[in-house]
């Protein structure tokens, strides 16, 4: 009765999720360290400015005239915030969206036939690989070395490419390791897109979320594969981290490089996109006021994740016996490195022990053995969890345990 890729997508819970639905039953609250919500931490956009700006979109949406690409305003809005960062990407190169997942799986369609490759980094996110499935592509990973910052290794990238590739996935900021793609890896990457006429599927959406470095006070401007001269660039952003603001599901593509092949790939998208004309119109009225009242929350947002990783960093320094990191330069994320600890069994005793919830490296495809959580938390939480954290990761007397994850 069902489809291949209906049998294959499984609802079934992995044992740590398990866990923490028992530590639920038994009456305990678990606290999420790792959701990437920005509401749930005390990040919400103004509730005040919010109607203002819903009460006169709707007014301005009351009667539906849909446009493939997105509402002209809505795209002009985006392009605005793109030029004020010194980027420019016109109205008429940017697909509106309803979020970054769905765009994902826009260019997937767009770029590849059922069987071809898309090449993602390793560590990764897994909601790839649903898309990816979904897209009836493969993914292909390439390596981010940790002992480097978890900088990409365009060596192992360009050996990876086959003659099914179509395009490389670009995550900068990083999800979840926190690396920032360095503006010579941007032009590694451009370099071997031009060799072997790839595209490159740019994903921005921790862009607000950079984090200065040690003896720094501010974050760099975040370098972006745009302005690369790559043969095709497809910028991938929205609402839901720049603005907390996920329950919008405003998201957009940007489409630069080559201008016949931006033509292209425009005159595709218009179609797949009119197919089903997702986004909200009343939601598309709305972003020209959000990107215009919403600049000094968006600023305070950063300072605020900023500060937060400040916290965390001091108390990460009080566990260094524990525990060793990659500083990130940006996202909500950290990766901690256990030395021969097993990640599993270490994030589980940790939500048994202490109700905090952390994932185990092999979530993200990561090498043994590290556990990710979210520093982007409330103040209170962060003092309060991260050294019982550590607590209760420490090893136990019998030395390090060994298990195989369960899926």
């Known amino acids: ?35 990437g919500n920005l509401n749930d931490c005390g990040y919400v956009f103004p509730q005040n400015l919010l109607e203002e700006i819903l009460v006169e979109a709707s007014r301005r949406s009351a009667v539906y005239r849909p446009d493939s690409f997105g509402q002209a305003t809505a795209r ?24 970054t997942s769905l765009a994902y799986w826009y260019c997937f369609k767009l770029l590849a036939d059922e069987g ?14 649903y898309i990816a499935l979904m897209g009836g592509v493969n993914l292909v990973p390439y390596r981010m070395r940790e002992e480097e910052g978890w900088g990409i290794d365009l ?25 920032v793609a360095s503006a010579g890896e941007i032009e590694g990457l451009a370099e071997i897109a031009r060799r072997h006429d790839l595209a490159i ?14 003896r720094t006070l501010r974050p760099e401007p975040l370098p972006r594969p745009a302005s690369s001269g790559a043969p095709l660039v497809i910028t991938l952003n929205g609402f839901s981290k720049m603005f907390a603001l996920p329950g919008m599901k405003f998201g957009w ?8 092949k931006v033509r292209r790939a425009l005159g595709s998208l218009e179609l797949i996109s009119d197919t089903f004309l997702p986004v909200n119109e009343t939601v598309q009225a709305a972003a020209p006021g959000i990107f215009q009242l ?52 270490t994030a589980e005793r940790i939500l048994r022990e202490r109700s905090l919830l952390v994932h185990p490296g092999w979530f993200y495809d990561m090498d043994p053995h590290h556990l990710v959580f ?4 409330k103040p209170e939480v962060l003092e309060d969890c991260i050294p019982g954290l550590f607590e209760a990761a420490r090893p136990s007397a019998d030395g390090p345990e060994r298990s195989e994850p369960e899926p």
């Open 116 to 129: 071809d490759e898309i090449l993602c980094p390793r560590p990764s996110y897994p909601l790839f690989d």
């Open 76 to 99: 002009e809005a985006v392009s605005e915030f793109y030029l004020k960062s010194g980027c420019t990407l016109a109205p008429d190169s940017i697909l509106v969206t309803p979020g």
């Open 201 to 214: 599927i740019s994903d921005e959406v921790f862009s607000e979320a950079l984090l200065p470095g040690k």
């Open 253 to 260: 593509m940007a489409l630069s490089g080559d201008p016949e």
């Open 374 to 377: 979210c520093f982007v938390q």
């Open 1 to 35: 009765m069902f489809s291949t890729i209906a049998r294959r997508i499984r609802g079934e819970s992995n044992a740590l999720y398990r866990a923490r639905d028992e530590v639920r039953a038994s009456g305990r609250p678990v606290v999420d360290l790792v959701s």
């Open 294 to 345: 919403g600049n000094a929350v968006r600023f305070e947002f950063g300072m605020r994740i900023r500060d937060c990783w400040r916290r965390t960093e001091a108390l990460l320094a009080t566990c260094s016996d524990r525990c060793s990191y990659v500083r990130p330069q940006g996202g909500f994320y950290v990766a901690l490195s256990l030395g021969d600890q097993d990640e599993e069994r």
């Open 155 to 179: 060596e192992h990238l360009e050996a990876s490419i086959s003659t099914r590739t179509r395009a490389v996935v670009l995550i900068s900021p990083h999800n979840p390791t926190g690396h």
